[in-house]
């Protein structure tokens, strides 16, 4: 069975802790939310998006006569349906949350979450949190940002060495809750033995580089909970400006 950890720490800078997270053995669902949004509101729309896609990933699980609002896509495994569905409810029931009550207006939130099946591990996203993939000594990011940086990378607007001083460095353009309709990548990987998998939010990434991430998970044989509060004692030590929350998970060797 599948090991798995979270870990959540509201930083150095912040008063309050806008990020969320689930760990749910028992529906092989685990997901990082990162809200964004005045006062409280992001703390709200990160809590509803993890209620809400845990809700429908469990239902999807055991009602086989459940209803797919927006049907079902043929190029996605079930799983790969389960996650998206969730994703888009969550986002239609933050964008309503926001929409009717003043004070939640402009709220939204990131959201990496994935469900695992045997060795299959299927990933949605939208925005800046992210999903790692540690095997062996290599790191790989296994998401896509959905961030002004990202894009101007990708059209050779901006090179590497600009992105971590960049003025919008920090501007996401997709997230749940900012739009009444939501497109969000899902895509699907084989784990192997002894693979460690990392869900985080920028508050981790923002403030230690992928090598460093890459360098503190490379023992991938101690227990989690250890590594996790390494992960957020090195955003922290580096100034933390942000929540930074991880999820951990491993591939039994």
């Not at 990202?150 to 501007?171: F, K, M, Q, T």
Request: proline fraction near 2%; glycine fraction near 10%.
């Amino acid at each position: 069975m599948i090991e798995a950890f979270g870990r959540t720490d509201v930083g150095r800078r912040r008063k309050i802790n806008e990020d969320s997270y689930l760990v749910s053995p028992e529906a092989s669902l685990y997901a990082v939310c990162d809200g964004m949004g005045g006062h409280n509101a992001g703390e709200v729309a990160s809590k509803m998006a993890i209620e809400t896609i845990a809700a429908f990933v469990e239902r999807s699980g055991v009602e086989k006569e459940i209803t797919w609002p927006w049907g079902l896509d043929a190029n996605l495994s079930f799983d790969g349906n389960r996650l998206k569905t969730a994703v888009r409810l969550a986002n239609a029931k933050v964008f309503q949350a926001a929409d009717n009550r003043e004070e939640l207006t402009g709220m939204g939130t990131t959201v990496v979450a994935l469900v695992v099946t045997g060795k299959a591990v299927t990933i949605a996203s939208a925005g800046d949190s992210r999903c790692y993939l540690v095997r062996g000594s290599e790191l790989r990011q296994l998401t896509r940002d959905d961030s002004w940086v990202s894009a101007a990378l990708g059209e050779g607007i901006l090179n590497s060495d600009d992105v971590e001083h960049h003025p919008l460095r920090n501007v996401i353009t997709k997230a749940v809750g900012a739009r009444d309709t939501i497109d969000l990548d899902v895509v699907e990987h084989e784990l192997e033995a002894g693979d460690l998998v990392l869900l985080c939010s920028d508050g981790l990434h923002g403030m230690i580089n992928d090598q460093e991430i890459g360098r503190i998970l490379a023992d991938g044989s101690g227990p989690l909970e250890d590594a996790s509060e390494r992960l957020i004692e090195a955003a922290n030590e580096a100034g933390g400006r942000d929540n930074v929350t991880v999820v951990l998970l491993r591939q039994p060797a």
